[in-house]
């Protein structure tokens, strides 16, 4: 009888540790974000404007890229940050994320010389990564959907970028659509996530780049 108790103790305490390691990246991704996910009007400035990429359709951005974009203009408009640093997929012939980015932001007012385009953003790791790496970038507001903001914060500073997020709710509580799905996403997501803030992958890299600091000496 003891036996078995000792057998079931046991058995209890190594169930306990695997949810509790298992939880641990969700809980990693959920903490990373507390305290630093803000509206435009009370984040704290930054020089930089880190937008993640999403889809686009031809020349045109998807509805959560055209959103984040809207929210980058915002935060543009309000004097809180200098430069617009568009990261996104241009790994195909056809298809280019920072080139619409770009325009849509232009044609609504930015000083193209503040937007600095990111074309090896594959990934969100990828795009904090090179923000610090090829950008130069120490410190940045991050702009996404809000689902996805937590991770994007875990992750740049797994890669040594101080942030805070404003991300786009607008869709928040459609039924079907790409925020229901991305919300969805984001558990697994963590787990990614925890695997490259350890195993620290190299993304596309390359020679350093002055696109930033060009704009931000400009924009004094």
Request: charge should be positive; proline fraction near 5%.
């Amino acid at each position: 009888m003891l036996r078995g108790r000792r057998r079931q103790r046991v058995a209890f305490q190594a169930t306990a540790l695997l949810t509790v390691l298992g939880l641990a990246p969700v809980t990693w991704v959920y903490i990373a974000g507390t305290g630093r996910m803000r509206g435009v009007a009370d984040v704290p400035p930054a020089p930089v404007a880190l937008v993640l990429g999403a889809g686009v359709w031809g020349d045109q951005p998807s509805r959560l890229l055209a959103r984040r974009l809207d929210v980058s203009l915002a935060l543009y408009r309000a004097g809180k940050v200098k430069v617009l640093l568009v990261s996104g997929d241009n790994g195909r012939a056809g298809y280019n994320e920072p080139d619409v980015m770009r325009r849509y932001l232009v044609e609504r007012g930015v000083p193209e010389g503040q937007v600095v385009a990111d074309y090896a953003g594959f990934s969100t790791w990828d795009s904090c990564v090179r923000a610090k790496r090829i950008f130069g970038v120490d410190k940045a507001i991050v702009v996404s959907q809000r689902f996805h903001l937590r991770r994007a914060l875990a992750l740049c500073d797994a890669a040594g970028v101080e942030a805070y997020g404003v991300g786009d709710d607008s869709m928040h509580g459609e039924l079907v659509g790409p925020t229901l799905f991305g919300g969805a996403r984001e558990i697994l997501a963590a787990y990614k996530a925890a695997g490259e803030a350890v195993l620290r992958p190299d993304p596309v890299l390359g020679p350093r780049e002055a696109g930033v600091e060009d704009a931000l000496a400009a924009a004094r």
